[in-house]
């Protein structure tokens, strides 16, 4: 499993409120990811980092923010939460296996924006 | 931009035979991953098989192996002897090397196995 946990795993909130969602790994990667899951759109990037303090945008970032003070530790942050945002989150690490730079997934957190 | 596509929503088999599940992606670059992922209820994404397009040989995994055209763009997914416990969301997968940070994945075929 990659060492890799989410909290919380499911979460309700209400529209305009912040929420943050913490992915913790225990094996020291350098490479952390933010996923969202909609139906029918499979998994798409919202941010990642490349190390302590080193971060950048994917493809869905509006809306959200992230933080990496330690190695370990990638929040993400909904500063104001909305609706749109009720989704499927995933956290993911990059390590070599097999030659191959693959990335291996939290378990999820579920986010409903009420 | 990469897209992939996986044209097939929906999968059933019977136990113990064989299935393949299609995904087609695009993309103009050469220096590439390939990947397929399985999502079962749980909800986890567990990493069932990759291959480096720079490789012409196909990756096999037990009872998994893929079927990779690198000029058609095409990589396919074949599960051999399948098993209920192979019920689940399957996704492939694409990630550039040279950007090498996101991961563009299909919409997801739903595979039912079926006793």
């Known amino acids: 499993d990659a060492g890799i946990t989410q909290s919380p795993r499911h979460k309700v909130t209400e529209t305009g409120t912040p929420v943050t969602l913490r992915c913790h790994q225990t094996e020291n990667h350098r490479y952390m990811y933010w996923y969202r899951q909609d139906p029918g759109h499979g998994l798409r990037l919202i941010h990642y980092s490349y190390g302590v303090k080193d971060t950048d945008k994917g493809e869905v970032s509006d809306g959200y923010s992230v933080s990496r003070s330690k190695t370990e530790d990638f929040l993400l942050t909904l500063e104001s939460a909305t609706s749109s945002q009720t989704s499927v989150y995933f956290c993911?690490?990059?390590?070599?296996?097999?030659?191959?730079?693959?990335?291996?997934f939290g378990p999820g957190t579920r986010l409903t924006v009420l | 931009a990469q897209t992939v596509t996986q044209s097939q929503p929906e999968m059933s088999v019977q136990e113990a035979e064989t299935v393949t599940l299609s995904c087609t992606y695009d993309?103009?670059?050469?220096?590439?991953?390939l990947f397929w992922y399985k999502q079962p209820p749980s909800r986890q994404m567990i990493l069932v098989i990759r291959q480096e397009a720079y490789k012409q040989q196909n990756a096999t995994e037990n009872r998994f192996s893929v079927n990779f055209q690198k000029a058609a763009k095409s990589f396919s997914l074949k599960i051999s002897d399948s098993q209920l416990g192979d019920t689940a969301m399957y996704f492939c997968a694409f990630v550039d090397n040279n950007a090498g940070n996101m991961l563009t994945f299909g919409g997801g075929t739903r595979l039912m196995v079926k006793p």
């Open positions: 993911a690490i990059k390590a070599l296996a097999g030659g191959t730079d693959t990335q291996y």
């Open positions: 993309t103009s670059e050469s220096n590439y991953y």
